[in-house]
C-alpha cells in the first residue's frame, strides 16, 4: 500500500509540473525551472510562471485536495458511497449568496468571501436540521442537504432568470461551472487559513474516522467518542468545502469519485486514504485546470464543465462497464 | 470487577428490568439466560455503558459506569454484538487492529509494534494465525465470531461482554466458541454472555444469570438454577430435567418431551 501511495504521489507530482508548463502558450520545461529557481530573475517566462501559473496550481492543489479529503471524510463517516462534500449544502448556499450578490453589483473581490459565509452557514444550518440528541443522523444528515440545496439551487435559478443573458448572468454561470481563471495569491490568502483550521481537524478525526469503519456501535464499544467525531468531522469538510468553492466555484466530480478512485487503489484504510484522496485529488484538480486553460486557448473551459465530461465516462467505464463487480 | 445495585433499566416508556443486584468477579463465565424480549440485550448495553440505567448503580471496579470515559471503558470492556454488518473492506488483521484504538493518543495514526504484537496474540488466541490478511467478508459465521473476540482480546478489556455469540453457529462451531469464552475466562477475564439454548449455558458457564417477570430471578451455579423450578417461571413453560450420559443435568420444556398435556 506504501508503494501505491507512493506512485499516487509521484502521479500527482507529475501533473503539478505539467499544469507549470502547459497553457496559453506551452514554456519550456528548462525555462520554468530556471523560473522557479530564480524568483526575482527579470522576464515574461518570470511573469508567466511567477504571476500566473504558479499560485494557480498552488490554488488548484489545495482545491483537489480539500474536496479530496472531504469527500473521503463523509463518505467515510456516513458509509455512503454516494456522498460527495456539496451535500453539506455548501455548495448550494454558496451559489445562492454569490448570485444574488453579483445581481446585487456587490464589488468583484468581496463575493467570494459572501460565498464562503454562506456556504459555512448553510453547512451550520444543516447540521443543526442533522441533529439528535448529541449526535448526527445520517438519514437527516442527508435529507437536510439535499432539501437545503435544491432551495438554493432555485434561489440562484430565479437570479438567473431575473438578469436573463446580461454580464452578471455570465459570471454567476462562471461561479457554477467552476474556473480558477483570474485566481491569485490573494484569494489564497484569503482561503488558505480556513482550510488550513479544516485540515487539523480532519487529520484530528481520522484515528476514529478509520475506527468508523466497524460501524458507529462497534467504534463505540473501541472507546470512539462517535457524537464528537462525526461534529469533527462534518466542520472538518464544511470549512474545506467552503474554502474551494470560495477559491474555484462550484467543481463536481473530484469530491465524490476522487476517494472512490483512491480507495479502489490503496483500500479503505482512513489513514492512507485521506493522505491518497488529498494526493489524488490536488493532481487531478492541477491538470484538470491545465486542460482548460490550454485545450481552447485562449479560451477557458470551466473546469466543472471538463472534469465531467472527461471524468464522468472514465468512472462509468472503470466501475460500471459489464461484468464488472460494483462493490 | 462488575456490580450492580438496585439497577433499574427502561426501554423508551417501559421499566423492563428492575431491583437487579449482582456482581460478577474476574475468571467467570457468566450466561445470562431469559425470555425474548426480557431486557438481556439492554442489561449488556448498560454494563457496557451504552445505555443510562434509569436508577440504581452499575460500577465497574468500584467506580460508578457512568463516570468514565468511552477510552477508559473500552479499555476494561469488550462488548461484541453479532448483528452489526459490516459495510467496508475489510482484512481480518484490520478489523482486530481497531481494538487498539482506546490504547493510542490523540496524535497517534498508526499501530505500533506492541500493537502488532497484541494483534497477533489475540489472532493465535482464537485459532486464527493465517486469516490475518483474508478479507473479512469472505469469512463464515463461526470465523466471525471468532473475530468479533479477537477484536476484543486486542483491546486488553478484562470484561468481554457477548450478545449471542452462538447464534447462526452449527453445534460443532458453537462449542469450539463456548470453549473459547471458558478458555478465556479461567485465564483471568470476566465473560458475561448471553446465550438462548440453557444446556449450552449448564455446561460451559460457571453461573447462570437467569432474567424474567421484570427482574433477576436467580444468579447461580447451572445445577442449582436448573433445579430451582425458575426456569419454568422465567420462560413461561413446564421444564423437564434429565441426565445426560455425562451425568450433566440438561433442561428441556416439557412439550420437547412429548410430556405436556
Known amino acids: 500500500m506504501t508503494l501505491r501511495l507512493a506512485s499516487l504521489t509521484l502521479l500527482a507530482f507529475l501533473a503539478l509540473l505539467v499544469s507549470l508548463l502547459v497553457g496559453g502558450t506551452v514554456i519550456p520545461f528548462s525555462q520554468v525551472g530556471y523560473a522557479m529557481l530564480h524568483p526575482h530573475a527579470p522576464g515574461d517566462v518570470h511573469v508567466i510562471v511567477w504571476g500566473l501559473r504558479f499560485p494557480r496550481v498552488c490554488i488548484a492543489a489545495i482545491v483537489g485536495a480539500s474536496l479530496g479529503i472531504a469527500g473521503a471524510m463523509l463518505q467515510g463517516m456516513l458509509r455512503n458511497p454516494l456522498v460527495d462534500p456539496y451535500l453539506t449544502g455548501v455548495s448550494a448556499g454558496a451559489a445562492a449568496a454569490i448570485a444574488l450578490a453579483i445581481a446585487a453589483g456587490v464589488a468583484a473581490p468581496i463575493v467570494p468571501a459572501l460565498g464562503f459565509g454562506a456556504g459555512l452557514a448553510t453547512a451550520v444550518l444543516v447540521a443543526a436540521l442533522a441533529r439528535r440528541g448529541s449526535g448526527i443522523d445520517a438519514n437527516r444528515l442527508i435529507l437536510a442537504g439535499v432539501s437545503l440545496s435544491a432551495l438554493f439551487s432555485a434561489i440562484v435559478a430565479l437570479v438567473l432568470t431575473r438578469l436573463q443573458q446580461g454580464g452578471y448572468a455570465q459570471a454567476i454561470l462562471a461561479w457554477l461551472a467552476g474556473s480558477l481563471a483570474g485566481r491569485g495569491w490573494h484569494d489564497l490568502i484569503f482561503a ?64 465524490l469519485i476522487v476517494p472512490h478512485i483512491v480507495r479502489r487503489i490503496i483500500g479503505s484504510d482512513a489513514r492512507l486514504l485521506i493522505v491518497g484522496s488529498a494526493i489524488a485529488g490536488g493532481g487531478f484538480m492541477a491538470l484538470a485546470d491545465a486542460a482548460s486553460r490550454s485545450l481552447f486557448a485562449p479560451i477557458e473551459i470551466p473546469i466543472g464543465v471538463l472534469l465531467a465530461f472527461i471524468g464522468v465516462p472514465t468512472f462509468l467505464y472503470l466501475y460500471l462497464r459489464p461484468g464488472r463487480k460494483t462493490a | 470487577m462488575i456490580g450492580a445495585r438496585e439497577l433499574c433499566l427502561r426501554a423508551g416508556e417501559r421499566i423492563i428490568l428492575s431491583d437487579l443486584d449482582f456482581h460478577i468477579s474476574a475468571g467467570e463465565f457468566v450466561a445470562v439466560l431469559g425470555p425474548n424480549g426480557v431486557g438481556k440485550t439492554t442489561l449488556l448495553r448498560a454494563i457496557a455503558g451504552m445505555h443510562s440505567p434509569d436508577s440504581g448503580t452499575l460500577l465497574l471496579n468500584g467506580r460508578e459506569i457512568r463516570g468514565v470515559t468511552a477510552a477508559e471503558r473500552a479499555k476494561t470492556i469488550a462488548f461484541m454484538q453479532s448483528e452489526e454488518i459490516l459495510t467496508e473492506a475489510m482484512s481480518v488483521r484490520e478489523v482486530i487492529a481497531t481494538g487498539r484504538y482506546p490504547h493510542h493518543r490523540w496524535y497517534q495514526w498508526h499501530e505500533n509494534q ?49 450478545d449471542e455469540p452462538t447464534s447462526h453457529l452449527d453445534l460443532r462451531v458453537a462449542h469450539e466458541m463456548l470453549h473459547l469464552l471458558r478458555t478465556q475466562a479461567r485465564a483471568g477475564k470476566a465473560v458475561v454472555s448471553v446465550l438462548h439454548d440453557v444446556n449450552e449455558a449448564a455446561e460451559f458457564a460457571d453461573r447462570i444469570l437467569l432474567l424474567g417477570c421484570e427482574r433477576l430471578l436467580a444468579i ?30 440438561r433442561a428441556f420444556p416439557s412439550f420437547a418431551t412429548g410430556r405436556s398435556e
Open chain 2, 114 to 162: 506492541q500493537d502488532d504484537e497484541i494483534v497477533d496474540r489475540a489472532l493465535a488466541a482464537v485459532g486464527m494465525e493465517t486469516f490475518g490478511r483474508r478479507p473479512f467478508a469472505t469469512l463464515s459465521s463461526g470465523e466471525r465470531q471468532r473475530v468479533w473476540l479477537a477484536l476484543g482480546l486486542a483491546q486488553e478489556a478484562s470484561l468481554l461482554l457477548l
Open chain 1, 192 to 255: 488558505a487559513p480556513y482550510a488550513a483550521l479544516g485540515l487539523i481537524l480532519a487529520v484530528l478525526s481520522v484515528p476514529a474516522l478509520n475506527a468508523l469503519r466497524l460501524g458507529d456501535l462497534r467504534a463505540r464499544t473501541v472507546g470512539v467518542d462517535v457524537d464528537r467525531a462525526q461534529w469533527m468531522i462534518l466542520a472538518s469538510a464544511s470549512l474545506l468545502t467552503a474554502s474551494a468553492v470560495s477559491l474555484s466555484g462550484i467543481v463536481g466530480f473530484i469530491g
Open chain 2, 220 to 249: 447461580d451455579r447451572p445445577e442449582a438454577v436448573l433445579r430451582s423450578g425458575l426456569l419454568d417461571l422465567a420462560y413461561g413453560t413446564p421444564m423437564e430435567l434429565m441426565r445426560a450420559p455425562s451425568g450433566a443435568l
